[in-house]
């Protein structure tokens, strides 16, 4: 062989191995990054082209695949009452990708999960048609319908917790949007018109919205002020002054009526009728890192996988003495999700136990087998059983005698919280409406909830937290309970 040729053969075989390394590269070490590049129209063909697995609630589907007709798109996602249930299972869609727990479990629905490797294997062999697995939430569907129904349209939350698993039963975000409406290849009005809309009906309020919790964070105060033995009793006597003036400031804190009687009242009694005075005070005094350290172990700034992750609720690390005062009192720069609250009251009614909040409850595959089911984990020990029975019996007294009477139950102990939080620049903005509580039924508390409206149609002082979101929270520990 003469030299011309020896060398063109010898550049050959380097172009031959440069395209077999090249080719096992991107089979090996880049299959993975390719087949998540959200460019890929590959792999979102191929993910479309097989049935979806779906999202159980009280063990019945609330997804469904629909054909399309189409060749390359064979299936599109369907949802069964999905306004009802959008802030639970998120969105798919081949042209807008997905989020929630269609995101977050898009290895289960599609059926590409690792774990079901053995599966799929099976599967090709014996020529089954590839299918999804299922996700089963921890959602009853009573109680999230009582919920979605009693925010009736209204822009705000809802949570509802199981305070002795973790388990949440109800997730709601009111205005709502059916997530069905931009699954498929449709054209981009009815995306733009839900990103467009001042009501933010894709926002989940219940999760990824903080809100000033207002006077429902008087619980953690209190809590502080038991925890660090700055008070024993809920009896205990305040050395409240009847004008309180912030610290550092001639600005005096004001309650909601001048005609409360918040001088020198007890911690129980300045819970009842909710007076800002007492807590405001109690704040300063107690100072920001005891609060702090309290409002942590309620799970204040930390993030909370359920698994979607809510944003932090915030207690400020960096108040001056008057800005602790307010910051006691839920206002300032106290932020909560509703999950948070609901948090915080859970932990409360199980005796100080703060349980991991979770919604999925089991991973299946396609065949129905079960991959993973949750197990309960504690998050921490929010506060004592001493301190925690001490808030209990301050909250059933805000019920029985104070501010959250519209919460009440005949038979059944309720113990809640009301909260009425100002906001915008000088306090000017209509406030929000909370309502925080807890069900108990004989030894048994089978529900803790979080309440938030934030009523734009209502006037000022037409908004509290014991008028509009103490009747809400009523029916939804209505329908855990079966009263």
């Not at 009802?84 to 059926?111: D, F, K, P, W």
């Not at 290849?185 to 903080?210: G, Y």
């Not at 005096?252 to 405001?280: F, K, R």
Request: proline residues 5%; glycine residues 10%; contains cysteine.
């Amino acid at each position: 062989m003469n030299k011309p040729i020896r060398r063109v053969s010898v550049f050959c075989m380097i172009l031959v191995f440069a395209l077999l390394l090249r080719t096992n590269w991107v089979q090996v070490v880049e299959a993975d990054s390719l087949a998540k590049d959200q460019h890929n129209r590959r792999v979102l063909m191929d993910q479309y082209s097989y049935p979806r697995g779906n999202i159980l609630v009280g063990g019945q589907p609330v997804t469904r695949s629909d054909l399309t007709g189409g060749y390359q798109y064979k299936y599109k996602r369907g949802y069964t009452d999905g306004q009802l249930y959008a802030a639970v299972t998120g969105y798919t869609s081949q042209v807008y990708g997905s989020n929630a727990l269609e995101n977050l479990e898009n290895g289960i629905l599609t059926g590409t999960d690792d774990r079901l490797f053995f599966r799929n294997t099976v599967d090709q062999l014996t020529g089954k048609q590839r299918q999804g697995g299922d996700v089963a939430t921890t959602i009853n569907p009573a109680v999230q319908k009582a919920a979605y129904g009693a925010l009736n349209g209204k822009k705000g939350a809802a949570v509802a917790i199981d305070p002795r698993t973790g388990a949440i039963l109800a997730l709601v975000s009111t205005p709502s949007y059916d997530p069905g409406t931009i699954a498929g290849f449709t054209d981009s009005s009815a995306w733009n018109a839900l990103n467009s809309d001042q009501n933010q009906p894709m926002l989940d309020r219940a999760l990824r919205q903080t809100y000033p919790p207002g006077s429902t964070f008087k619980l953690v105060t209190a809590a502080t002020a038991f925890e660090t033995g700055k008070y024993q009793s809920p009896d205990d006597q305040t050395d409240t002054p009847d004008h309180f003036i912030l610290p550092g400031t001639t600005t005096e804190l004001q309650n909601d009526s001048p005609q409360e009687d918040c001088g020198q009242a007890t911690l129980m009694h300045a819970l009842t009728i909710s007076c800002n005075t007492v807590y405001g005070k109690l704040g300063a005094d107690l100072g920001k890192e005891k609060l702090q350290t309290q409002a942590e172990k309620f799970g204040f700034n930390n993030t909370v996988d359920t698994p979607i992750r809510s944003v932090k609720s915030v207690f400020p690390t960096d108040s001056t003495p008057d800005g602790t005062a307010m910051d006691a009192i839920g206002q300032h720069n106290t932020t909560a999700t509703p999950l948070q609250m609901a948090m915080v009251a859970a932990a409360i009614a199980d005796n100080g136990k703060l349980m991991q909040p979770y919604l999925v409850d089991e991973e299946r595959s396609g065949s129905g087998t079960v991959i993973s089911k949750h197990t309960e984990s504690q998050l921490s020990q929010a506060v004592s059983p001493a301190t925690a029975q001490k808030l209990q019996q301050m909250m059933v007294d805000v019920v029985q005698n104070g501010t959250g009477r519209n919460a009440r139950i005949n038979g059944v102990e309720v113990g809640g919280k009301t909260g009425t939080a100002q906001h915008g620049t000088d306090n000017k903005g209509l406030p929000f409406a909370w309502f925080v509580s807890y069900a108990k039924v004989g030894q048994d508390v089978p529900v803790a909830v979080a309440v938030v409206v934030e009523d734009g149609a209502a006037q000022s002082d037409e908004i509290s937290g014991g008028s509009i979101a103490a009747p809400i929270a009523k029916q939804i520990m209505q329908a855990v309970i079966g009263r």
